[in-house]
């Protein structure tokens, strides 16, 4: 039974959100939410990247140590042994090696990173090796294996 007690308004009916800085009869106060004096209270305050309230910020207390060169190339790599081992397991079609079938057989993790070969272990099996760079004894232990080496600019 309805009585004026029990009466409510219908689910959805009342939606409106309350209307900061319509003064104290609001029901967010004189100061809108905001607080009491200080830099946030003013209108227009914005925080710069890193601020930590006049304290001194992270990145000028940690010491700052060495030289990043911005221009090192990284690369991935693989070592003549690894090669040997793959062209063992009859991997290789033709025994050509790039970075592609490298990539493809899960030899080397991605595919945009440049190749080196470096020369670790031993290799008889003549390959055709495609790399961005490759150690100077890599370069000599494929070539004397029988194997052709050829730089990938």
Same mark, same amino acid.
């Given at each position: 039974?309805?009585?004026?007690?029990?009466?409510?308004?219908?689910?959805?009916?009342?939606?409106? +959100?309350?209307?900061?800085?319509?003064?104290?009869?609001?029901?967010?106060?004189?100061? %809108?939410?905001?607080?009491?004096?200080?830099?946030?209270?003013?209108?227009?305050?914005? #925080?710069?990247?890193?601020?930590?309230?006049?304290?001194?910020?992270?990145?000028?207390?940690?010491?700052?140590?060495?030289?990043? +060169?911005?221009?090192?190339?990284?690369?991935? *790599?693989?070592? *003549?042994?690894?090669?040997?081992?793959?062209?063992?397991?009859? *991997?290789?079609?033709?025994?050509?090696?790039?970075?592609? #079938?490298?990539?493809?057989?899960?030899?080397? %993790?991605?595919? #945009?990173?440049?190749?080196?070969?470096?020369?670790?272990?031993?290799?008889?099996?003549?390959?055709?090796?495609?790399?961005?760079?490759? %150690?100077?004894?890599?370069?000599?232990?494929?070539? %004397?294996?029988?194997? #052709?080496?050829?730089?990938?600019?």
């Amino acid at each position: 039974m309805k009585h004026v007690g029990n009466i409510k308004y219908a689910d959805g009916a009342k939606h409106k +959100n309350k209307r900061i800085g319509r003064g104290p009869g609001s029901g967010h106060g004189g100061t %809108s939410t905001r607080g009491h004096k200080g830099a946030q209270s003013r209108r227009n305050y914005k #925080t710069k990247r890193g601020f930590e309230g006049g304290q001194m910020p992270l990145q000028r207390r940690v010491p700052k140590f060495g030289f990043f +060169n911005r221009f090192r190339v990284e690369y991935q *790599v693989i070592n *003549v042994e690894r090669l040997q081992e793959l062209a063992e397991a009859n *991997v290789f079609e033709n025994g050509n090696v790039n970075l592609d #079938t490298l990539y493809k057989i899960g030899a080397v %993790s991605k595919r #945009t990173v440049p190749l080196k070969v470096l020369g670790n272990g031993d290799i008889t099996a003549p390959l055709y090796i495609v790399a961005n760079k490759f %150690s100077d004894v890599a370069k000599q232990k494929i070539e %004397s294996a029988g194997g #052709t080496v050829t730089i990938h600019e």
